[in-house]
């Protein structure tokens, strides 16, 4: 390639010269191209890597789009609404009175300290990008600003899983993970557009955090150690999950000290990421001072002190010359530490100073726990334990690349990859525990099977390379092409090693992509559904729209009282104030659990138990979302087992069996008498006995599931209906003021 | 029975102005009075031909016309034309201009309208004056709350008399309804009921301000669709789109609706369970409209629809829900339209051509607000509208924009469909300030790359005397020397491929001499090369850096220095034996060795440059 432009450069210049100026130019250019094939390997190769950069990015964001393409520019699911909320209070009323919000509007008549209850690094960062594209005078609306979030912090996560995967394998290994991560199922899930959660851009900090970890620990600058902190920091401010962290870190440095890789770097880069990391976090107000008082923390600060005892022993083994004397001193120093440790442990639990595990800590560790004691976490369907089917799903060929690059790992041992083998395996683990967390396991997933494909291929192509050189220079001289072959006389005893490496090469490349239309075929299907909108196809194959969430909120933020108080299951709480702008009585934070069990309670009573309750929570309106019509399998009726586990672990007048006949639960004639006559399941029939909803079907026929209904005389005598929407999915019934006494 | 007691109630509640025998204010009498009014939708149309004949001495030049004031209020549009038709041929003449006027020793509850004559009217002469009047919440629902099972009743009223600061000679009213059905009506000596029309009249030689109160109760499925608030922004670009945003705030003004709203009559009998509701919207919008969407706060709406042909683009709109009596809801439409159609220049000033209110048909608004986003940097700007408006102006910060972006805001209330006339702003704009928010896009990028390529170029660091610093600076030099070495090499190496070319013409054309001047060149430049090398080499050695490098870049300097020395020996072996005749088979036999020797060193130069390479 280089010494193609000699001759070239030579003879045009006199030509040039009598010729006129048009030829003078295309030689100009001729001269210019040349210029641009004289890059060295070096800079061909970062240009390649750029773009190649470039793309995945741009790639990450795009394919996030398909739900604006398939809907709308809208927020989706349920706890993105209340981010944007806030967010849209945030950019109004600015940041002080954010942080000192109290919302009246939620959780009647108790309230919500937002400020004090919020992560607020997701609002944060959306109002800063809006405040800076306002800046650079591009008049976007906010809305805008929160739905493309999570797809710009995708592309981002991707720059980052490249850098990760550069540190801990070679740049090739980091450009395979940027692509994996850009298009894998199980962060695409949680990062289309429009799902504005936490989520979205607390796996971007999580996966910083760690990879600027793994940099302090690789190269024990301080710097790069207080750049993690501070990765920390946003991701401490953005989501929960950075419990995650401060256990993974410190069990990280754990087995290093195990296995005899303390160094300097570590003490270093732990030292200054904790202390800072943890000062750092204490600002965020839902944390405050939980990292020196709760239990899950402890781990850290424990690790923290070991590393200084370490220390210690280390000086003073330099110190003392005698290995005998260091022996006995090790021996006391280690039991008191430990023993000064686990006494101040206990004093701390026991005091309550160090509060103990909380529920949903204990339900990581035993996926049993939940089920038993918080049927509250045990309801949400994401927090159920993950089916092998959504593992295939959500990781496709990165399920079997996986064990594959964990031991391309193990082969080359580092402080790096021991970091990355262990976060996969522990988030391996916590995803099998719950769905939800499949996103957590998501970017090691792809930058262990970004080894192992990076590894394979490079192992591949090198042998492909050097064969091809060997075959080149033999067919230069053909009669010399037999002494060729002898020399390589490795080649000889693998005949079909070249060909064996074009297949396997072949087959790489067709599970690649495989995985990219896995990837794309999931994205359309299954994680672009804003779930505000159902679609369905209609009798004709058209596209038919259910958008009744959105006419019922918008009938109560149009045509009730502003100060009307809506009475819902939680579920909807998040929705009903950001769209229907009305205050309610739970929502999707559950943070107080009798308060949702009193409304559980109020749903699964007679209507007269019911309106008592009702009267006492000041409600106004009653929501119920309601399937039997279009057959929308996941409405209260099929929630309502989880209304009465919830409140009858509140109050116990409320009993599972009473709903149930013979351990099944069923709303035809065979159900329950109480089933047949509670608040909920007449809310939800109420005059449904008279609709035909399917042809040959009796009038009355629930299509959710699929049988007839057991009461179809619903009378009503302390609520009437306001509003059905046209789909009946969401109705709503006003609770009627008290007769006069006389 | 309820009805007619109310509505008896309501009857006096209305007027109680006295029937005064008023000064006569001129010698004007209205010889002949038609009215008519529609009562057909919730906007309640009104015309009157008024002869208007001059008994007195003087000439007149303008005509009183009274109304009471409980109307006045509702009054939203009135114009008065000349009709100078004679028999049923009727040309009406350009509106005459109109001014509210309150005269003295006029009876109160009474607002006068005083229309100026264009040539005034002789003693004597007479002339026909046509009066349009439309009123808005005229119709009272009556119930005033309705169940979704029950029709909508609506009461209207006025007067069976014209009231008129005039003595009127003959004057007849005819009224039309929706439909046929009535609750009751007034009844005065010759009415008469045409199924839906209901006709006072002809009565005759009544004084000025006689006043007779009706009251007609009847029933009106129309849709009351009444926009409380209508923000219509009209945004100009000069790239070619005039984008029109329109703000709606709606409710239903009828008969309040009361108790269950059940969706499953609504379903099964929509036009008797829900007859008044609004259950949909007709937006005319002109041709070539596109990009038209429908959305609220929360989010698009899908049930519309959108026709369109040469001559209009009608969009049908349906609320999230239907609406019932005192139902809201709230919406935005936005369309785009082609900027010829609208924008135009006339001396030197541009200006825009376009309707003033909504599209939508049959619709009431109670307040209008049109703002016309003008492009930035435009001036002298001025507004020409149909009817006084409030106006005022401000400005907007959009796109790209610095100082904003000139905004005119219109404001009018009580505003009917007759309303929709075209208004025009002028203004002049540069047609170069286009050019300004592209060039700011353009340097905005420049100075991104330029702030990259100075970033990459420049040496930031701090201190320049740290060891890292010093050992990054050496390192780079090594590298740079490195390169220098390879690209050296590589120039050896292709001499090599000149001397293997010289070879090949050779045995073509056996051509001795010049396969001999070929290696003296070659021999020459690769002596050159060898002394180039010298030096770098020398500076490597000393680098305490690249000793780790530095075997390797020895090694491969031997080595090609031991391939050169190959290729020159098969060279001169070779020229050798052409000049010797040897045979070809011979020859070859001869230099096959060399020339295997000459491979594998090729080769191993080839690893070492890769090797090298990739540090």
Known sequence: MVNKSEPGDGNTKPAAAAMPASSLKSDLLNNLSFKTFKLKTKQQELLIRVSILCLVYILAFITRLFSVLRYESMIHEFDPYFNYRTTLFLTQKGFYEFWNWFDSESWYPLGRIIGGTLYPGLMVTAAVIYWVVRFLRFAVHIREVCVLTAPFFASNTTVVAYFFGKEIWDSGAGLIAAALIAICPGYISRSVAGSYDNEGVAIFALLLTFYLFVKAVNTGSLSWALASAFGYFYMVSAWGGYVFIINLIPLYVMVLLITGRYSMRLYVAYNCMYVLGMLLAMQIRFVGFQHVQSGEHMAAMGVFFLLQVFYFLDWVKHMLSDTKLFQAFLRITVTSAVGAGAIALGVGMASGYISPWTGRFYSLLDPTYAKDHIPIIASVSEHQPTAWSSFMFDFHILLFLFPAGLYFCFKRLSDATIFIVMYGLTSMYFAGVMVRLILVATPAVCLISAIAVSATIKNLTMLLRSKSKVAQSGSTKATSSAKASSKTSLDQSQPFQRNGAIALLLGAFYLLSKYATHCTWVTSEAYSSPSIVLAARGAHGNRVIFDDYREAYFWLRQNTPPDAKVMSWWDYGYQITAMGNRTVIVDNNTWNNTHIATVGRAMSSYEDEAYEIMRSLDVDYVLVVFGGVTGYSSDDINKFLWMVRIGGGVFPIIKEPDYLVNGEYRVDKGAAPKMLNCLMYKLCYYRFGEMVTEYGKPPGYDRARGVEIGNKDVKLEYLEEAFTTSNWIVRIYKVKPPNNRW | ?615
């Open chain 2, 1 to 615: 029975m309820e009805t007619e007691m109310g509505f008896s109630r309501f009857a006096l509640f209305l007027f109680t102005i006295a029937l005064l025998s008023s000064p006569v204010l001129s010698d004007l009498v209205l010889s002949k009075v038609d009215r008519r009014i529609y009562l057909t939708s919730q906007i309640v149309r009104y015309t009157a031909t008024l002869r208007v004949e001059n008994e007195g001495s003087e000439l007149v030049s303008e005509v009183l016309l009274a109304f009471p004031e409980l109307q006045a209020k509702n009054l939203a549009y009135l114009t008065v034309s000349v009709n100078e038709g004679k028999g049923k041929q009727k040309v009406s003449t350009d509106d005459l201009p109109i001014e509210v006027v309150s005269p003295k020793n006029m009876p109160p509850a009474v607002s006068f309208y005083s229309v100026t004559l264009p040539k005034g009217l002789a003693p004597g002469d007479s002339l026909t004056l046509d009066v349009m009047a439309v009123f808005t919440h005229a119709l009272q629902p009556f119930p005033e709350k309705i169940t979704q099972a029950d029709i909508q009743l609506v009461v209207f009223q006025d007067s069976a008399y014209y009231l008129s600061p005039y003595a009127v000679k003959v004057q007849s009213l005819s009224v039309k309804l929706p439909e046929a059905r009535i609750e009751s009506y007034t009844k005065l000596e010759n009415t008469k009921v045409h199924g839906s029309e209901i006709k006072y009249g002809p009565h005759e030689d009544l004084p000025a301000f006689s006043y007779s109160p009706i009251g007609i109760h009847f029933e009106s499925n129309q849709p009351f669709s009444n926009a409380q608030e209508v923000e219509r922004e009209i945004e100009i670009s000069h790239w070619g789109n005039v984008q029109i945003t329109e703000h709606y705030k709606l409710i239903h003004g009828g008969a309040q609706s009361k108790g269950e709203f059940s969706r499953l009559d609504f379903q099964a009998r929509p036009n008797v369970r829900g007859a008044s509701a609004i259950r949909y919207l007709v937006a005319t919008l002109p041709p070539r409209a596109h990009s038209v969407y429908y959305r609220d706060e929360i989010g698009n709406i899908s049930t519309s629809h959108l026709w369109s042909d040469s001559k209009k683009t009608e969009l049908l709109i349906e609320p999230r829900y239907p609406m019932f009596g005192g139902w809201r809801t709230a919406f935005t439409i936005g369309y785009g339209l082609p900027l010829q159609d609208f924008l135009f220049q006339s001396e030197g000033k541009r200006f825009l051509n376009i309707t003033l209110s909504s599209p939508m048909v049959e619709l009431v608004i109670d307040k209008l607000i049109v703002k016309v986003v003008l492009p930035e940097g435009s001036k002298d700007i001025s507004v020409s509208t149909p009817f006084p408006v409030k106006q005022w102006q401000e400005t907007k910060i959009s796109h790209l924009d610095i100082d904003g972006r000139p905004v005119v805001v219109l404001e009018k209330t009580n505003v009917v469909p007759e309303h929709n006339k075209y208004f025009q702003v002028y203004y002049k704009f540069n047609k170069l300030s286009m050019l300004r928010e592209p060039l700011m896009l353009i340097s905005g990028f420049f100075f991104l790359f330029v702030a990259c390529i100075v970033y990459t170029r420049a040496d930031i660091s701090i201190s320049k005397s740290s060891a890292s610093y010093l050992a990054k600076q050496q390192w780079e030099e090594v590298q740079a020397a490195i390169q220098q070495v390879e690209s050296i090499i590589n120039r050896c190496l292709a001499t090599h491929d000149k001397l293997e070319a010289s070879l090949r013409d050779l045995s073509r054309t056996g051509d001795v001499q010049a396969c001999k001047a070929a290696r003296k060149t070659a021999d020459g430049l690769l002596k050159d090369l060898s002394k180039e090398l010298k030096p770098l080499l020398a500076f490597l050695q000393s680098s305490p850096s690249a000793s780790q490098i530095l075997p390797k870049v020895e090694d491969l300097v031997a080595k090609e220095k031991e391939l050169q020395e190959r290729v020159m020996t098969k060279h001169s072996t070779v020229v050798d034996a052409y000049e010797r005749k040897s045979a070809g088979k011979d020859i070859e036999n001869r230099v096959a060795l060399q020339q295997q020797k000459i491979t594998a060193l090729k080769q191993e130069v080839d690893d070492l440059m890769e090797y090298i390479d990739e540090i």
